[in-house]
Nanobody
């Protein structure tokens, strides 16, 4: 079991920046991955960015267009791992609840297209971008 918790959401104006953090109780097993998803009312959850622990690669959704950066931090003498999403040049269409998730085992290149495959989820953090 992995506990996942997001923080760092808030309200900014168009063009502003936010830093989202996701703290997980440990890394996903068997070279899995951690990712950020987002969801707006009435819409399905969509993938934003994923970090694959197996090969230490990151992948982004097309709509990110170079504006977001994903990184991780691992606390010393602890199993806790933090996934950080830095978001720049924010647009009103980025407004959503952002969720962090962890997946055990192999993560294929298009894993962002398959939210149900992720095992553990946080409760989400609201990001609001005003025009």
């Amino acid at each position: 079991q992995i506990q996942v918790m997001e923080s760092g959401g808030g309200s900014v104006e168009t063009g502003g920046s936010l830093r989202l953090s996701c703290e997980a109780s440990k890394e996903p097993d068997r070279g899995g991955c951690m990712a950020w998803f987002r969801q707006t009312p009435g819409n399905e959850r969509e993938g934003v960015a994923v970090l694959v622990f197996g090969d230490n690669t990151t992948h982004y959704a097309d709509f990110v267009e170079g504006r977001f950066t994903l990184s991780r931090d691992h606390a010393k003498n602890s199993d806790i791992v933090t996934l950080i999403l830095r978001m720049n040049s924010l647009k009103p269409e980025d407004t959503a609840v952002y969720y962090c998730a962890s997946k055990t085992g192999y993560c294929a290149g298009r894993i962002l297209d398959h939210p149900p495959l992720f095992n553990y989820w946080g409760h989400g953090t609201q990001v609001t971008v005003s025009s």
